[in-house]
Nanobody, 122 residues
Framework: QVQLVESGGGSVQAGGSLRLSCAASGRTFSSYAMGWFRQAPGKEREFVAAVSRSVAYADSVKGRFTIWRDNAKNTVYLQMNSLKPEDTAVYYC??????????????????WGQGTQVTVSS
């Protein structure tokens, strides 16, 4: 069992940056693959980025967002640069027992945080 708590959301203007953090409980953080998803109003939750033994990004954020983890701090981060209004959403951190393959679907993750709001104005 792992509990996830996101932080770092907020409101920025287009072109700005935000860094999201997700702190995980438990002593086996390094054994989990971690992902970020987002959900805009009226839309389905979608994959943003994931880190396991490798990293993966959605095409819509490639080159603008960076995911990394600090196992010593039980934390995964999402640096978001060059933000666009279409990045506005609630961002969720997710965890799954690590496998060689990166998971990019909601069903691929067992544990979820409560979400943090990111609002980008034009």
């Amino acid at each position: 069992q792992v509990q996830l708590v996101e932080s770092g959301g907020g409101s920025v203007q287009a072109g700005g940056s935000l860094r999201l953090s997700c702190a995980a409980s438990g002593r086996t953080f390094s054994s989990y693959a971690m992902g970020w998803f987002r959900q805009a109003p009226g839309k389905e939750r979608e994959f943003v980025a994931a880190v396991s033994r490798s990293v993966a990004y959605a095409d819509s954020v490639k080159g603008r967002f960076t995911i990394w983890r600090d196992n010593a701090k039980n934390t995964v981060y999402l640096q978001m640069n060059s933000l666009k209004p279409e990045d506005t959403a609630v961002y969720y951190c997710a965890a799954r027992v690590s496998t060689p393959a990166i998971a990019t679907t909601v069903l691929g993750y067992s544990y979820w945080g409560q979400g943090t709001q990111v609002t980008v104005s034009s």
